[in-house]
C-alpha cells in the first residue's frame, strides 16, 4: 500500500533548473532516510543526493553546488533542486526512502521513476 510517487521531470536547456518532488502515500508509521538516484542510458543507477530524518545531507561530487535536496516532513514529501543542468546529466531519476508501515520494521521503497532530458 505504500507508494512513491515523482514528479517535474521534462526536457530543459543546458544551464536550466528542474525541481523534482517525491511524494510517499499509503499506510505510514515513520519515514527515516530519504535519497534521490538516477540511471543515464545505458549505464548504472548511481546515488545523487540523500537525507537524513533530521535533516542531514549528502551529495555526489558530480552534482555537488548544483542540486539541493530537501524534505518536508508533514507532506511526507523529498524534493530536488537542480541547477546548472547539463547534459551529463540527463537520466531517469528516481526516489527511495526508507519506510516504516508499522511500528515492526522498515522497507525500501522506490518511485516508478521520471525523465530528465538536458538538451539545446
Known amino acids: 500500500?505504500?507508494?512513491?510517487v515523482e514528479s517535474g521531470g521534462g526536457l530543459v536547456q543546458p544551464g536550466g533548473s528542474l525541481r523534482l518532488s517525491c511524494a510517499a502515500s499509503g499506510t505510514i508509521f515513520s519515514i527515516n532516510d530519504m535519497a534521490w538516484y538516477r540511471q543515464p542510458p545505458g549505464e548504472q543507477r548511481e546515488l545523487v543526493a540523500s537525507i537524513t530524518r533530521g535533516?542531514?545531507?549528502d551529495y555526489a561530487d558530480s552534482v555537488k553546488g548544483r542540486f539541493t535536496i530537501s524534505r518536508d516532513n508533514?507532506?511526507?514529501t523529498v524534493y530536488l533542486e537542480m541547477n546548472s543542468l547539463k547534459p551529463e546529466d540527463t537520466a531517469v531519476y528516481y526516489c527511495?526512502?526508507?519506510?516504516?508501515?508499522?511500528?515492526?520494521r522498515t522497507?525500501?521503497?522506490?518511485?516508478?521513476?521520471?525523465?530528465v532530458t538536458v538538451s539545446s
Open 55 to 57: 535533516g542531514g545531507t
Open 1 to 4: 500500500q505504500v507508494q512513491l
Open 107 to 115: 522497507y525500501y521503497y522506490w518511485g516508478q521513476g521520471t525523465q
Open 74 to 76: 508533514a507532506k511526507n
Open 96 to 104: 527511495n526512502a526508507d519506510i516504516a508501515p508499522t511500528r515492526l
